[in-house]
């Protein structure tokens, strides 16, 4: 299995003040959410302004010192992290998970930024940056399937690996789960992909929404991969394989802009999702999970 690297990248403002709480032991978790705009150009050949809103955490001593600096809804931001997974019981019954990002760090911008103000009331940047880039193995075959406007769609599932030492020294370990969509000739190309196949996958954080067979709004985050690269197995660093190994795959293409029927779902379960220009700024914020799946 390759060993997993996983780093978020975002430029943007804050779209709300943040804000410091404390969970009931005591914990310290910092909360923000960066927005900004992804300027894409769609299958018409126009360019899309899509804005996007991500949630940020910190947590422990290092939230205590974020929240010192005072910074502001509209202050412009750089963050570095990583996509953390988390799964707990739900109160109604059964399993529920997310994907956050993680903040490992968060800094000022020195210039001011061009604001836009939006339905809700909040702010995010004209523009800014929004880069994953994730090694892992795929943790089942892809299946390539067609919108009605005949865009080709596949979904992805990353298993990507992270180990780390504990207060104790003992290595622990954790899996996190990670959606990939990919679309047209970038979805085409890796339809050969199969379960177990390492592979590096950059792209940028997207948000989808959807009502499940209950009528219950969901929220799950994702990647929408720009480029994929298949890496040879076996290959224990993570690194790409020499020109010598197995073949590679390299494929890279743009997302689409997708509205209405356009849309379709890398998950068959998953009915049609919107994208982040339609996204509630504040959707998902209440669904934290218990204090006992925290990472330390």
Not at 51 to 67: C, F, M, N, T
Not at 93 to 101: A, H, L, T
Not at 235 to 255: C, L
Request: proline share 6%; glycine share 12%.
């Amino acid at each position: 299995m390759a060993r997993g690297m996983n780093h978020v990248y975002l430029v943007g403002s804050l779209a709300r003040d943040p804000e410091l709480r404390y969970t009931p032991s005591g914990v310290p978790v910092f909360e923000a959410t960066v927005a900004g705009e992804d300027h894409l150009i769609g299958n018409d050949g126009k360019e899309r302004k899509l804005p996007w809103y991500h949630r940020v955490s910190i947590l422990g001593k290092p939230a205590e010192w974020q929240s010192e600096r005072n910074l502001k809804s509209g202050d412009p931001v750089i963050v570095e992290g990583t996509l953390d997974y988390s799964q707990w019981e739900a109160p109604e019954g059964g399993k529920r998970s997310q994907v956050r990002v993680k903040a490992l760090r968060m800094e000022s911008l020195g210039s001011e930024a061009e604001l836009v103000q939006d339905a809700g009331g909040g702010v995010r940047m004209s523009g800014g940056w929004n880069t994953v880039i994730v090694i892992g193995n795929l943790a089942r075959d892809p299946e390539l399937r067609y919108t009605p406007t005949g865009d080709a769609v596949l979904g992805l599932g990353l298993a990507v690996n992270e180990t780390w030492k504990d207060r104790n020294g003992n290595q622990q370990e954790k899996t996190h789960w990670i959606d990939i969509t990919l679309w047209r000739e970038l979805a085409e190309a890796c339809q050969n992909l199969r379960k177990g196949d390492p592979v590096l996958v950059q792209g940028r954080l997207v948000n989808d929404s959807w009502q499940d067979k209950d009528g219950n709004k969901r929220n799950t985050t994702k990647v929408e991969a720009t480029k994929v690269e298949a890496l040879a197995r076996g290959v224990g660093a993570g690194a790409p394989a020499a020109t010598s190994g197995a073949p590679r795959t390299m494929a890279t293409g743009s997302a689409p802009t997708r509205t209405g029927s356009n849309a379709a779902p890398a998950r068959a379960a998953s009915p049609q999702g919107n994208r982040s220009a339609s996204l509630d700024i504040d959707q998902g914020l209440d669904d934290f999970p218990p204090e006992e799946d925290l990472p330390f």
